[in-house]
């Protein structure tokens, strides 16, 4: 089947639910940040294209696409673009292209590491899904340990974090060790690198093999004197790509590469779009429709990738089981892990508008996140331990004895899952919005609440248009020409895009520097950009 004929079968409902449930979580991630909020929407765009496959096989492992969803999303958060948004604001021609450039490479890389990791369950059988639980546990181990360590021997502040002794270019290199490190006795009790250690090994080797040579040997700076984890990000995508060829793992690099273009074209349209509607005069939260537009895009981009491997995906119920644990474990980590992750910032924000909460009640902080400078453990982890107590309960009587309040069949637990994520975090993005609210908030939690409930009603319906997919029998790993029918395509229209959003940004504003961002310029005698390291007793730009 061409690529042409097979995106006529793609079904509507599977990219409007995509597009719009990234929407909502890109929205939400905007106001927690970094890799913790970026998988948010990862998780939930991933349950979002699963319920819109018509595929029974992919229903029943639907918390698996959430949590490697989830995690595939989550690497872009590491990355600054603040500064790049800002490039396109300066009315300086070579510094407004060089920012539409840059948000094409910086959405393209979160975009493409988001959709391998959402397919990575559709092109694995069981048991080689099930090998990448046991390296991901020791990965978390570590990287918990790491913030705890980092927090008690390296505590910095965060506007004072150049001053730490582990400060390398802002990044996330520590991160990236720990990964390696965490990795290889998995490896050396398994007699040898499988799939899973194969593939994190690449990636994380990957990260320092990019980051020492565009940063350290190349002296490349993307945003100076912002961090430079954007270099990581490539090291991570090409070790995906290196492993997929190496292994025939086509459909992977498929995903990953159809979802970069078009998330990342939709990147950088999101702040035209904001641009556009500056011009209007009207004084609103642009920056939230920007992330919102932006999440929009990379939802179709995730939607269109899926929904053609969806065509070519083998059967994946019947090959091989997964132990009854990392069902648990996937479940608990969405609802748990990444709630817990993100929810725990909102105390931040009580105490500091709350006049009457203190920082501490009857002895405890209200939050401790686990970490010695804030007191360990406070009111907010008991609460969460309590509701993961419940839930771990629960899950294991009705694993004994089903309970009737979850539905029988996997199309609706798949949508009583995405539903109670969704209004989860939707809830507590509100929450955490209420004690500071302005009128501006209302096209950030309004329209963010608004698109939930079309979502909320799209998932009750949507499903049944669907006509039931056959899964192929035997697996495809032929994926050559549509990968080079998507890398032509994309890149010729990545160019035309970038020109025309540089050529009409400039016919619109001149020179002038656009409002809503501060004065940031990239090149010539008046530039802001350094990459000289700020001075300790300095804030970090």
Same mark, same amino acid.
């Given at each position: 089947?061409?690529?042409?004929?097979?995106?006529?079968?793609?079904?509507?409902?599977?990219?409007?639910?995509?597009?719009?449930?990234?929407?909502?979580?890109?929205?939400?991630?905007?106001?927690?940040?970094?890799?913790?909020?970026?998988?948010?929407?990862?998780?939930?765009?991933?349950?979002?294209?699963?319920?819109?496959?018509?595929?029974?096989?992919?229903?029943?492992?639907?918390?698996?696409?959430?949590?490697?969803?989830?995690?595939?999303?989550?690497?872009?958060?590491?990355?600054?673009?603040?500064?790049?948004?800002?490039?396109?604001?300066?009315?300086?021609?070579?510094?407004?292209?060089?920012?539409?450039?840059?948000?094409?490479?910086?959405?393209?890389?979160?975009?493409?590491?988001?959709?391998?990791?959402?397919?990575?369950?559709?092109?694995?059988?069981?048991?080689?899904?099930?090998?990448?639980?046991?390296?991901?546990?020791?990965?978390?181990?570590?990287?918990?340990?790491?913030?705890?360590?980092?927090?008690?021997?390296?505590?910095?502040?965060?506007?004072?974090?150049?001053?730490?002794?582990?400060?390398?270019?802002?990044?996330?290199?520590?991160?990236?060790?720990?990964?390696?490190?965490?990795?290889?006795?998995?490896?050396?009790?398994?007699?040898?690198?499988?799939?899973?250690t194969g593939l994190i090994l690449h990636m994380a080797i990957g990260w320092f093999v990019a980051f020492?040579?565009?940063?350290?040997?190349?002296?490349?700076?993307?945003?100076?004197?912002?961090?430079?984890?954007?270099?990581?990000?490539?090291?991570?995508?090409?070790?995906?790509?290196?492993?997929? =060829?190496? $292994? @025939?793992? /086509?459909?992977?690099?498929?995903? +990953? #590469? &159809?979802?970069?273009?078009?998330?990342? *074209?939709?990147?950088?349209?999101?702040?035209?779009?904001?641009?556009?509607?500056?011009?209007?005069?009207?004084?609103?939260?642009?920056?939230?429709?920007?992330?919102?537009?932006?999440? =929009?895009? $990379? @939802?179709? /981009?995730?939607?269109?990738?899926? +929904? #053609? &491997?969806?065509?070519?995906?083998?059967? *994946?119920?019947?090959?091989?089981?997964?132990?009854?644990?990392?069902?648990?474990?996937?479940?608990?980590?969405?609802?748990?892990?990444?709630?817990?992750?993100?929810?725990?910032?909102?105390?931040?924000?009580?105490?500091?508008?709350?006049?009457?909460?203190?920082?501490?009640?009857?002895?405890?902080?209200?939050?401790?996140?686990?970490?010695?400078?804030?007191?360990?453990?406070?009111?907010?982890?008991?609460?969460?331990?309590?509701?993961?107590?419940?839930?771990?309960?629960?899950?294991?009587?009705?694993?004994?004895?089903?309970?009737?309040?979850?539905?029988?069949?996997?199309?609706?637990?798949?949508?009583?899952?995405?539903?109670?994520?969704?209004?989860?975090?939707?809830?507590?993005?509100?929450?955490?919005?209420?004690?500071?609210?302005?009128?501006?908030?209302?096209?950030?939690?309004?329209?963010?609440?608004?698109?939930?409930?079309?979502?909320?009603?799209?998932?009750?319906?949507?499903?049944?248009?669907?006509?039931?997919?056959?899964?192929?029998?035997?697996?495809?790993?032929?994926?050559?020409?549509?990968?080079?029918?998507?890398?032509?395509?994309?890149?010729?229209?990545?160019?035309?895009?970038?020109?025309?959003?540089?050529?009409?940004?400039?016919?619109?504003?001149?020179?002038?520097?656009?409002?809503?961002?501060?004065?940031?310029?990239?090149?010539?005698?008046?530039?802001?950009?350094?990459?000289?390291?700020?001075?300790?007793?300095?804030?970090?730009?």
């Amino acid at each position: 089947m061409n690529l042409e004929t097979a995106i006529t079968e793609l079904t509507w409902q599977m990219i409007f639910l995509s597009g719009l449930s990234l929407s909502v979580g890109w929205g939400i991630r905007g106001n927690f940040g970094h890799e913790y909020g970026a998988a948010i929407p990862g998780a939930l765009a991933a349950m979002a294209v699963v319920l819109m496959s018509g595929r029974p096989d992919w229903w029943q492992h639907i918390h698996y696409f959430a949590m490697f969803g989830a995690l595939g999303w989550s690497f872009g958060g590491s990355m600054s673009y603040m500064q790049v948004v800002a490039y396109t604001h300066s009315g300086r021609a070579m510094s407004v292209l060089y920012g539409f450039a840059n948000l094409f490479a910086i959405g393209f890389l979160w975009a493409f590491l988001g959709g391998a990791g959402t397919a990575l369950p559709a092109l694995l059988g069981g048991e080689d899904l099930s090998l990448f639980f046991v390296p991901l546990m020791a990965i978390f181990i570590g990287w918990t340990l790491q913030s705890i360590l980092v927090d008690w021997f390296f505590s910095a502040q965060s506007m004072r974090r150049h001053e730490s002794r582990l400060y390398w270019y802002d990044t996330d290199w520590l991160a990236a060790l720990v990964a390696i490190v965490a990795t290889f006795p998995v490896a050396a009790l398994r007699g040898g690198f499988d799939i899973a250690t194969g593939l994190i090994l690449h990636m994380a080797i990957g990260w320092f093999v990019a980051f020492l040579l565009l940063v350290n040997l190349l002296k490349l700076r993307m945003t100076p004197p912002r961090g430079d984890n954007w270099a990581g990000c490539v090291g991570l995508v090409g070790g995906v790509l290196i492993y997929c =060829l190496r $292994h @025939g793992l /086509g459909g992977l690099a498929f995903a +990953g #590469l &159809l979802t970069g273009i078009i998330g990342g *074209i939709g990147f950088a349209l999101g702040q035209f779009f904001k641009l556009l509607n500056i011009r209007t005069g009207l004084q609103t939260n642009w920056h939230s429709i920007m992330e919102q537009t932006q999440g =929009l895009f $990379h @939802g179709i /981009g995730l939607a269109l990738a899926m +929904g #053609l &491997l969806a065509l070519r995906a083998p059967d *994946i119920s019947g090959v091989g089981s997964l132990p009854a644990w990392t069902e648990l474990f996937a479940v608990g980590f969405v609802l748990l892990g990444l709630t817990y992750l993100n929810h725990r910032k909102a105390t931040d924000t009580w105490v500091k508008q709350v006049e009457s909460l203190p920082e501490k009640m009857y002895g405890l902080p209200v939050a401790g996140w686990f970490r010695y400078s804030r007191g360990w453990i406070g009111w907010f982890e008991l609460l969460y331990l309590a509701m993961g107590g419940t839930m771990i309960l629960l899950l294991e009587i009705h694993h004994r004895t089903p309970i009737a309040l979850v539905p029988t069949d996997w199309l609706g637990k798949g949508q009583l899952f995405y539903l109670i994520f969704l209004w989860w975090v939707v809830l507590f993005n509100f929450e955490r919005a209420l004690v500071g609210f302005t009128p501006q908030r209302l096209v950030t939690e309004g329209v963010i609440t608004l698109n939930a409930l079309i979502c909320t009603v799209f998932v009750a319906v949507g499903a049944q248009g669907i006509p039931i997919r056959q899964p192929v029998t035997q697996l495809v790993t032929s994926y050559g020409r549509w990968i080079g029918t998507v890398a032509i395509a994309g890149a010729i229209a990545t160019v035309l895009i970038t020109l025309a959003e540089w050529g009409l940004t400039h016919a619109i504003y001149g020179k002038q520097h656009i409002p809503h961002a501060g004065l940031h310029i990239r090149f010539g005698p008046d530039a802001t950009a350094t990459k000289a390291k700020p001075r300790a007793g300095e804030n970090h730009p």
